[in-house]
T-cell receptor
Framework: AQSVTQLGSHVSVSEGALVLLRCNYS??????LFWYVQYPNQGLQLLLK??????LVKGINGFEAEFKKSETSFHLTKPSAHMSDAAEYFC????????FGTGTRLQVFP | DTAVSQTPKYLVTQMGNDKSIKCEQN?????MYWYKQDSKKFLKIMFS???????INETVPNRFSPKSPDKAHLNLHINSLELGDSAVYFC???????????FGPGTRLTVL
């Protein structure tokens, strides 16, 4: 079975600070990994995906994630937070049946 | 143009009623999904159809029945609604089971 664990249900940063959202996966086969963002009262939007190509994956809105097999991690980062980044972020492992993490709420303070 | 649309956006109903949620995608995808997001924001897959055939059927009460009349539509019918069915239901689609999934805006179901 495949699963992901998101460390930290809430993360707070100041505008302009580094954003780091943590995700660790468990998978018996090479995983497909995804990060999604959910803004209040909206659906999920794909930020980026890893499907066994480059280990450093660049996504939309300045986000990127690095696949580290030795650490079974796929952490999401952004060098400089914007107020508009405040949302719920979900890590997921696939393919086909996506198993989601429990989400991390990102707050950005001015 | 909305890629994955769901109707209705909000659904408030009494316990014991039967209701349906509709989903349509105009992306030309072959695979569609239903997910349930509970009050703690936890997302769990319920069903998946590929080319109108059921390929994923998680441990969901059989009061929930998906129907796919064609590749662009996947509807969810729920019989005898219970309080615990209150949640946000998301439809999603992908080109195939191995590509990223595109989500609809969700349907917030409240059972009173």
């Amino acid at each position: 079975a495949q699963s992901v664990t998101q460390l930290g249900s809430h993360v707070s940063v100041s505008e302009g600070a580094l954003v780091l959202l943590r995700c660790n996966y468990s998978s018996s086969v090479p995983p497909y990994l995804f990060w999604y963002v959910q803004y209040p009262n909206q659906g999920l939007q794909l930020l980026l995906k890893y499907t066994s190509a480059a280990t450093l994956v660049k996504g939309i809105n300045g986000f990127e994630a690095e696949f580290k097999k030795s650490e079974t991690s796929f952490h999401l980062t952004k060098p400089s937070a914007h107020m508009s980044d405040a949302a719920e972020y979900f890590c997921a492992v696939g393919p086909d049946k996506l198993n989601f993490g429990t989400g991390t709420r990102l707050q950005v303070f001015p | 143009d909305t890629a994955v649309s769901q109707t209705p956006k909000y659904l408030v109903t009494q316990m014991g009623n039967d209701k349906s949620i509709k989903c349509e995608q105009n992306l030309g995808h072959d695979t569609m999904y239903w997910y349930k997001q509970d009050s703690k924001k936890f997302l769990k897959i319920m069903f998946s159809y590929n080319n109108k055939e059921l390929i994923i059927n998680e441990t969901v009460p059989n009061r929930f029945s998906p129907k796919s009349p064609d590749k662009a539509h996947l509807n969810l019918h729920i019989n005898s609604l219970e309080l615990g069915d209150s949640a946000v239901y998301f439809c999603a689609s992908s080109q195939d089971p191995y590509n990223e999934q595109f989500f609809g805006p969700g349907t917030r179901l409240t059972v009173l």
